[in-house]
């Protein structure tokens, strides 16, 4: 596959261009298409069931069942599927306090996560526990700007990940927030914190030249973007400030989003910027369309209020 930029088409609100009704006469005639669907999610905060019905704006939403429900669906539709998550799986409700994190993780294996990254609310167990918690994961845990290795974590992780999906191959990689402030010494212990832009760079290049990669996905909790903080790194400046990355799936902010930004990158490629809010309100998507030998790449999406 040879690709290099992007044909963006998004669906806004609640109709979604999905495959049914993507112009695939856009392409020659009978080209040979190769569909991908990126599932996506983000700070789930140990969210397990959905919001109680006490009139609060997000009564009745969310939910691990209907999360399973709604991926079996799309799985049993879509033959070529990767499922991300971009951190703070951990904290936020009952759950984590009872079992501390046991429960979140057995059930992202149950989903059959493919990786995810490290958010900064994933040490509020501290090193044993988020240790113990990536042993039980049966999917990678990518992580590049965090050295773990003079911690109980050393070994455990890993920068990036290549997937191959009908011959399609998918490189991952993760990123992180700067833990100073945000999480305690204590329970960091000797985490040594890397520039994430270098970082980011440093992998997007290795992953596109010598994985050969046809797409690059960044799983990114920098947060979306900071208006008070405009210096403060964050998936914009992800996007902007470097290339060879295609995708960012983010988290940190919250922020829910309809459609992705598409931005500039360093290069004046197109990279393509999405977040599905918090506590698995909403599961992101991004179909992505492969035509064999042609440079092009077009994407839908579709991100869905879970209900």
Same mark, same amino acid.
């Given at each position: 596959?040879?690709?290099?930029?992007?044909?963006?088409?998004?669906?806004?609100?609640?109709?979604?261009?999905?495959?049914?009704?993507?112009?695939?006469?856009?392409?020659?005639?009978?080209?040979?298409?190769?569909?991908?669907?990126?599932?996506?999610?983000?700070?789930?905060?140990?969210?397990?069931?959905?919001?109680?019905?006490?009139?609060?704006?997000?009564?009745?939403?969310?939910?691990?069942?209907?999360?399973?429900?709604?991926?079996?669906?799309?799985?049993?539709?879509?033959?070529?599927?990767?499922?991300?998550?971009?951190?703070?799986?951990?904290? %936020?409700?009952?759950?984590?306090?009872?079992?501390?994190?046991?429960?979140?993780?057995?059930?992202?294996?149950?989903?059959?996560?493919? =990786?995810?990254?490290?958010?900064?609310?994933?040490?509020?167990?501290?090193?044993?526990?988020?240790?113990?918690?990536?042993?039980? =994961?049966?999917?990678?845990?990518?992580? %590049?700007?965090?050295?773990?290795?003079?911690?109980?974590? =050393?070994?455990?992780?890993?920068?990036?990940?290549?997937?191959?999906?009908?011959?399609?191959?998918?490189?991952?990689?993760?990123?992180?927030?700067?833990?100073?402030?945000?999480?305690?010494?204590?329970?960091?212990?000797?985490?040594?914190?890397?520039?994430?832009?270098?970082?980011?760079?440093?992998?997007?290049?290795?992953?596109?030249?010598?994985?050969?990669?046809?797409?690059?996905?960044?799983?990114?909790?920098?947060?979306?973007?900071?208006?008070?903080?405009?210096?403060?790194?964050?998936?914009?400046?992800?996007?902007?400030?470097?290339?060879?990355?295609?995708?960012?799936?983010?988290?940190?902010?919250?922020?829910?989003?309809?459609?992705?930004?598409?931005?500039?990158?360093?290069?004046?490629?197109?990279?393509?910027?999405?977040? =599905?809010?918090?506590?698995?309100?909403?599961?992101?998507?991004?179909?992505?369309?492969?035509?064999?030998?042609?440079?092009?790449?077009?994407?839908?999406?579709?991100?869905?209020?879970?209900?």
């Amino acid at each position: 596959m040879n690709r290099r930029k992007f044909m963006l088409k998004t669906g806004i609100g609640a109709v979604a261009m999905m495959a049914g009704n993507f112009p695939l006469h856009a392409f020659n005639d009978s080209p040979e298409i190769t569909k991908l669907s990126i599932l996506h999610t983000n700070d789930l905060h140990s969210r397990i069931d959905p919001f109680p019905m006490d009139g609060s704006r997000n009564e009745g939403m969310a939910g691990a069942a209907r999360r399973m429900a709604l991926l079996t669906d799309i799985r049993n539709k879509e033959k070529n599927t990767l499922l991300l998550d971009a951190g703070d799986i951990l904290q %936020g409700t009952p759950y984590f306090n009872f079992f501390g994190g046991e429960l979140e993780f057995k059930l992202m294996n149950q989903m059959k996560y493919d =990786a995810a990254t490290i958010g900064n609310h994933d040490f509020d167990g501290g090193m044993t526990t988020l240790s113990n918690l990536v042993s039980m =994961a049966e999917f990678p845990m990518l992580t %590049g700007n965090y050295d773990f290795s003079d911690t109980l974590l =050393a070994g455990k992780t890993r920068g990036y990940k290549v997937f191959v999906r009908d011959g399609i191959k998918i490189g991952v990689f993760g990123v992180g927030i700067k833990l100073d402030g945000l999480v305690p010494q204590k329970l960091i212990g000797n985490t040594q914190y890397l520039d994430p832009i270098t970082t980011a760079q440093n992998l997007a290049d290795k992953l596109r030249n010598e994985e050969k990669c046809d797409l690059v996905i960044c799983l990114s909790h920098l947060g979306y973007k900071y208006k008070k903080e405009p210096a403060k790194i964050s998936d914009v400046k992800l996007a902007e400030m470097t290339h060879n990355i295609d995708v960012i799936i983010g988290g940190h902010t919250h922020t829910f989003m309809r459609k992705p930004d598409s931005l500039k990158n360093s290069k004046g490629k197109q990279v393509l910027v999405n977040q =599905a809010g918090f506590a698995g309100i909403m599961l992101g998507r991004l179909d992505v369309y492969f035509e064999k030998n042609k440079k092009d790449l077009c994407i839908t999406c579709k991100n869905s209020y879970i209900s």
